[in-house]
């Protein structure tokens, strides 16, 4: 489903690379998560696949599409197949949830009533049925991400990304809108999900991607844990959701 | 993997992608008209949801029109005046004392072979008294005093005239000539009393300045108006879209079109241009309306601008100040959008 090859890029100035010969391959209906710390490389990566960037070198190719094929008139078309969550939610602040919504079908050019069917199923599904004629700047944190998740769902992309999509909530909103990313998920669509929280993502043992220096240091692919500080760690058993049939696994060492 | 192996893997991958981009292309082109029905829909919501910035530009777009309008009446008004009062002076040939109807009519031909002759208007002695009892017809002492033997004697002495008028009141050269040099002018001209246009060249040389500076400062002045106006609302429409640019940048990232970004603001624009237009247009007709008697008693001519406003070229006027708005308006939001459409 998205398929990085060596894939490099060097913002102009700088010395370093923002990411260096990343190879990564997830497949369908995969949950992952991509962390690291600043300047990791994780919004690099993003960017690439919404193609806000392009790579130095490599290849990506994004639901059976080459993105090197991607050229500027593809663009929209091609972002309309992607579903994107943003940290700062990117609602449209002149246009009420409703709308903020529908507007992710009007630019796939939907019918009216194709719209009309859609998006109250969409604003159940994120329990948001009754703010719909709100405006953004009306309601909280926690509910403007999940009109974003809603936007970016409505369209049933087979591919969702969200980059730090908790990062302005608290704890309570963040584990709602992770349950929302999960159910999502068990719909069939695969996520990539990039944060610094290392709750959502030990709580929820997916895999998770490490990112350093713009390298991949480590990919686990079940049962995936990650400590900020980046040391060999000891999973700690209270943190841990243990699910039947799975093995905890007592140690893990993120590669340096 | 063989190299054979990688480039058919390579062309099996661009067959596919074109095909996606394809399908892509497809579908966006099938909603053409249904898209097109949103914009407007988004750009007419959007005009009352901004409504602070939306007044602020229909307001320096009003402005703007209205300074247009002056500035094109006022060259307009000027030139008319100038020319108007170019077209007073004639100048006016002194001929002995009962000079033949006959003699002035030779006279008249001889003179009209000028080209720069524009009309030529003959008295005699007889027509002369005719219109001086006419302008003292209310005068009862001139009237009673003007008894057979006074009449005789005022025709008597009374000179026949010519009144000439001319295309170009600068080149009075080749008159001039004629009456100084022509063998029939030399004989029936008055020596005692010269013709005007030595008394009046002075008052020629600034009317015919006026009428000049009127013409081409008028087209200056319009041309720079409609810069400045074009700068101001571009300047405005600007800054409202400056603090709407996050919005365009979400739209292009959740895989918006150009057309689709861009169309809610130009019908935005647009709106402002319309009601601007109608605004402009309304205070314009009344302020002229209001204004153009205390001009007349100026003397200044507002004929032609009172004749269009009287007349059905009304509609079209109004229609000039509403286009005008909507280009304007949609040019300066057009620009602005492109500078941060193009960004992301």
């Known amino acids: 489903m998205i398929l990085l090859d060596s894939v490099s890029k060097t913002y102009p100035g700088d010395t370093e690379p923002a990411l260096d010969s990343v190879s990564l391959h997830i497949e369908p209906n995969e949950f992952v998560f991509l962390v690291g710390k600043s300047g990791a490389g994780k919004s690099t990566l993003m960017k690439m696949i919404t193609k806000e960037e392009s790579p130095d070198s490599g290849k990506i190719i994004i639901g059976g599409i080459d993105l090197d094929y991607v050229k500027k008139r593809h663009i929209p078309g091609y972002r309309r197949r992607l579903g994107v969550v943003f940290q700062d939610f990117k609602l449209l602040p002149r246009r009420t949830v409703y709308e903020n919504v529908a507007f992710a079908l009007e630019i796939a050019g939907m019918s009216g009533k194709e719209i009309r069917k859609t998006v109250p199923k969409v604003l159940e599904l994120v329990d948001l049925l009754d703010q719909a004629k709100k405006f953004p700047h009306q309601l909280s944190g926690g509910q403007q991400q999940r009109v974003s998740i809603a936007r970016s769902v409505a369209r049933q992309p087979k591919i969702l990304i969200a980059d730090e999509p908790t990062a302005n909530l608290d704890k309570l909103t963040t584990k709602e809108i992770i349950d929302l990313l999960k159910k999502i998920n068990d719909f069939g669509t695969t996520i990539l999900v990039t944060t610094h929280n290392e709750n959502v993502v030990n709580t929820l043992q997916k895999r998770v991607i490490t990112m350093k220096h713009g390298k991949i240091v480590d990919d686990q692919k079940n049962n995936g844990i990650y400590k900020l500080d980046e040391s060999p760690i000891e999973r700690p058993p209270a943190r841990v959701v243990q699910t039947p049939g799975h093995a905890l696994k007592t140690k893990r060492k993120l590669v340096q | ?344």
């Not at chain 2, 100048?91 to 072979?113: C, G, H, Q, R, V």
């Open chain 2, 1 to 344: 993997m063989t190299k054979e192996e990688k480039a058919l893997k390579e062309k099996k991958l661009k067959k596919v992608s074109k095909k996606g981009l394809r399908t892509m292309q497809k579908n966006r082109n099938r909603h053409i008209i249904r898209e097109k029905a949103r914009v407007v829909k988004y750009g007419t919501k959007g005009f009352g949801r901004n409504i602070w910035l939306s007044t602020a530009a229909t307001v320096v777009m009003a402005i703007t029109l209205i300074i247009l309008f002056v500035t094109v009446v006022a060259s307009v008004i000027l030139t008319n005046t100038a020319e108007m009062m170019k077209d007073k002076i004639d100048i006016t040939i002194y001929f002995k004392p009962n000079t033949s109807a006959e003699i002035l009519e030779d006279l008249s031909n001889t003179i009209k072979a000028d080209p720069n002759i524009k009309s030529v208007e003959t008295s005699t002695s007889k027509d002369e008294y005719a219109k001086f009892l006419e302008e003292n017809a209310s005068s009862d002492e001139i009237i009673n005093i003007l008894d057979d033997d006074m009449t005789k004697m005022m025709i008597d002495k009374m000179q026949a005239t010519m009144r000439v008028k001319v295309y170009d009141v600068d080149n009075l050269d080749s008159i001039k000539q004629i009456v100084e040099e022509d063998k029939l002018f030399r004989a029936y001209t008055d020596k005692e009393k010269l013709p005007t246009y030595d008394v009046n060249r002075a008052e020629i040389a600034t009317i015919t300045s006026w009428a000049r500076i009127a013409r081409t400062g008028g087209i200056v002045l319009a041309v720079v108006f409609l810069v400045i106006s074009i700068l101001i609302i571009f300047s405005t429409i600007r800054m409202a879209i400056f603090s709407r640019r996050e919005e365009i940048y979400m739209m292009k990232l959740v895989g918006a079109d150009k057309g689709f970004i861009r169309g809610p603001f130009l019908v935005e624009a647009e709106i402002c241009g319309i009601i601007a237009g109608v605004v402009a247009g309304v205070i314009s007709y009344f302020g002229f309306k209001f204004i153009s008697p205390k001009l007349i008693n100026y003397g200044i001519d507002v004929s032609s601008i009172n004749n269009v406003l009287d007349s059905n070229q009304l509609i079209i006027v109004f229609l000039i100040f509403i286009l005008a708005g909507i280009v304007i308006g949609r040019v300066s939001a057009r620009l602005a959008v492109s500078k941060y459409l193009h960004k992301t």
